[in-house]
């Protein structure tokens, strides 16, 4: 009875470590690991000890025996990763080769003392990487009063699964060295200088936030906007909570087929009642409810074969979703498809060519995949009434009513106040993390995650990334390269609480993690706030420390 990996998978790479048998591929020292879509567990060489399952922070690993109808598809797409072998047991090795943790070399003075910038999956793995060592300290420093990034903001409502890291995150940010300082911004109420100053290191993992921008005529219309903006709100991030989302009419178009056109795609045509049950927010789920929005149309510049979605999120869309395709476009999958080798790709190709024919009449919200659209522009005067396409490679063009355009194109990382950007790029320029310019490091400054290789990979791609930034900021460390902080420890506390009195620590997001839960009841996971103020008056709700407890955590000064 072999374990099998399914749609959630993050990559995170635990059950790679856990495994006895070593049969849990691409690992993380494998050269394809950055850019696989998944993992996935050799039914053969697989001995069903569980291991996996305890191990993976998602719940993506179970056995093929119990596996829901719609995640079946994963027991072939997991066997076909490997070779045939003619039946022959592959040969079984120890554990995985494990990267070792970074070890401090104990020096006089204070101990090592690193601050983040971002509370994101980069962010807490980075944390939970310097913590394996005996005294380091850490402290965390987010904009938003509630941690965790774009796993709470940026992951679709419906995929509660993939938001149970999230409980890896909050163990990570309960080791002894861990703080939490939320709701305060650097680059506003703390500058770079300022953390450097507490500090021997900064360590930025504040992702890509900002969305690529199609240029082309009537993009800014009211009724436009990016899929990224559209999965905020749904989440309830509190500065996208008056996003203004019409669905007043019958046809939505999303530019671009990634997983996040896949995520909006999908919420705009999932039965609103399924939807209740899960951490979407009151204001959405309302607009959803109300909404008018028969057939949303995700619209690819290339063909089949050059598709951006991943397969997983293929499967999970066709098992959730009714999606169709133009007779055109099943040509271009067949055409494709007679002359593809790439096995992932082909697998793709295959389900494509079952979908149903657009032609076919709307009994309920459905998805429509559309292949050699180019944008040429939004329609409209006032607002948006649709948007024209070129046929692409030829002199063709084709017009879609529509009362919203959607952009899912890509994201770019942002400047950051007083280091070097790659504007082409949109990263900051680095060696293996090490904060560079023009080649020479910059001293104390490291990042991870999208700020260092750019809007790749996955959830958990972030843990073997902020692993190789961390072993070179402890290399730098004990080699002496970094400046001991100017002041001692509860100084910082006390410079953060003057210059942001509204800060939330590690007992305030409990409060407010608590209440949302409390919120959601018996039948959701969670009722989150959606305004700062709201959080803050939740946090406000947390027991304070105890002048005992000060002093034991150093914040006494």
């Known amino acids: 009875m072999p374990h099998v990996i399914t749609q959630s998978c993050c990559s995170d790479g635990s059950c790679v470590y856990a495994c006895p048998v070593n049969c849990i591929h691409p690992s993380p020292d494998e050269p394809g690991f950055?850019?696989?879509?998944?993992?996935?567990?050799?039914?053969?060489?697989?001995?069903?000890?569980?291991?996996?399952?305890?191990?993976?922070?998602?719940?993506?690993?179970?056995?093929?025996?119990r596996l829901e109808p719609k995640q079946l598809p994963f027991i072939e797409i997991n066997a076909a990763f490997y070779p045939k072998r003619e039946g022959k047991l592959p040969p079984t090795s120890k554990l995985a080769p494990v990267i070792p943790a970074p070890k401090v070399t104990a020096r006089s003075g204070e101990p090592l003392t690193v601050a983040?910038?971002?509370?994101?999956?980069?962010?807490?793995?980075a944390a939970d990487e310097l913590l394996t060592q005996r005294g380091v300290r850490v402290n965390v420093f987010e904009k938003l009063p509630t941690p965790y990034g774009l796993v709470r903001a940026g992951v679709a409502p419906d995929h509660q699964s993939t938001k149970w890291v999230t409980r890896l995150f909050d163990t990570i940010g309960k080791q002894s060295g861990f703080q939490f300082f939320l709701n305060v911004e650097v680059g506003k109420h703390l500058s770079y200088a300022d953390l450097l100053e507490h500090h021997h290191a900064v360590l930025y993992a504040v992702g890509a936030p900002n969305d690529r921008r199609l240029d082309i005529d009537g993009m800014g219309l009211p009724g436009t906007g990016t899929a990224t903006?559209?999965?905020?709100?749904?989440?309830?991030?509190?500065?996208?909570?008056?996003l203004p989302v019409d669905l007043s009419h019958e046809r939505v178009v999303i530019v671009g087929n990634g997983n996040v056109a896949f995520d909006v795609a999908r919420m705009l045509t999932t039965d609103?009642?399924?939807?209740?049950?899960?951490?979407?927010?009151?204001?959405?789920?309302?607009?959803?409810?109300?909404?008018?929005?028969?057939?949303?149309?995700?619209?690819?510049?290339?063909?089949?074969?050059?598709?951006?979605?991943?397969?997983?999120?293929?499967?999970?869309?066709?098992?959730?979703?009714?999606?169709?395709?133009?007779e055109a476009?099943?040509?271009?999958?067949?055409?494709?498809?007679?002359?593809?080798?790439?096995?992932?790709?082909?697998?793709?190709?295959?389900?494509?060519?079952?979908?149903?024919?657009?032609?076919?009449?709307?009994?309920?919200?459905?998805?429509?995949?559309?292949?050699?659209?180019?944008?040429?522009?939004?329609?409209?005067?006032?607002?948006?009434?649709?948007?024209?396409f070129g046929v692409t490679g030829t002199d063709e063009s084709r017009t879609l009513d529509a009362g919203l355009?959607?952009?899912?194109?890509?994201?770019?990382?942002?400047?950051?106040?007083?280091?070097?950007?790659?504007?082409?790029?949109?990263?900051?320029?680095?060696?293996?993390g090490r904060v560079a310019e023009a080649?020479?490091?910059?001293?104390?400054?490291?990042?991870?995650?999208?700020?260092?290789?750019?809007?790749?990979?996955?959830?958990?791609?972030?843990?073997?990334?902020?692993?190789?930034?961390?072993?070179?900021?402890?290399?730098?460390?004990?080699?002496?390269?970094?400046?001991?902080?100017?002041?001692?420890?509860?100084?910082?506390?006390?410079?953060?609480?003057?210059?942001?009195?509204?800060?939330v620590d590690a007992a305030g997001w409990q409060a407010i993690d608590a209440a949302e839960i409390a919120r959601g009841g018996e039948d959701r996971p969670r009722d989150k706030f959606t305004s700062v103020t709201d959080m803050l008056a939740a946090a406000a709700t947390a027991p304070k420390p105890t002048v005992r407890h000060r002093v034991m955590t150093g914040l006494r000064g």
Request: negative net charge.
């Open 229 to 242: 903006e559209m999965v905020a709100w749904v989440n309830g991030h509190p500065e996208f909570t008056d």
């Open 116 to 125: 983040i910038v971002g509370s994101g999956p980069a962010a807490m793995y």
């Open 329 to 388: 476009d099943h040509q271009l999958v067949a055409a494709d498809l007679a002359q593809e080798t790439d096995p992932l790709t082909r697998n793709k190709l295959e389900i494509l060519a079952k979908l149903g024919d657009a032609s076919a009449p709307i009994t309920r919200p459905r998805i429509r995949l559309a292949y050699r659209f180019t944008p040429q522009r939004v329609l409209g005067d006032a607002r948006v009434t649709g948007i024209e």
């Open 439 to 503: 080649g020479i490091p910059v001293p104390g400054a490291y990042v991870a995650g999208w700020i260092k290789r750019g809007p790749t990979g996955f959830i958990g791609t972030n843990k073997s990334c902020a692993a190789e930034t961390v072993h070179n900021l402890v290399a730098d460390y004990n080699a002496g390269v970094l400046t001991d902080p100017v002041h001692r420890p509860a100084a910082l506390e006390k410079l953060v609480r003057a210059r942001q009195p509204d800060v």
């Open 272 to 326: 609103p009642d399924v939807l209740a049950r899960t951490d979407i927010s009151d204001h959405a789920l309302a607009a959803l409810r109300a909404s008018k929005v028969s057939e949303v149309v995700v619209a690819a510049r290339r063909g089949p074969a050059q598709s951006a979605f991943t397969l997983p999120e293929l499967i999970g869309l066709t098992a959730t979703c009714d999606v169709v395709l133009d």
């Open 405 to 432: 355009v959607l952009t899912s194109i890509g994201y770019r990382g942002k400047a950051i106040d007083g280091l070097p950007f790659d504007d082409a790029a949109a990263v900051v320029p680095n060696e293996g």
């Open 34 to 65: 950055a850019t696989a879509e998944m993992l996935y567990i050799d039914p053969v060489a697989c001995v069903d000890c569980g291991a996996c399952v305890s191990a993976c922070p998602v719940g993506a690993i179970a056995p093929d025996t």
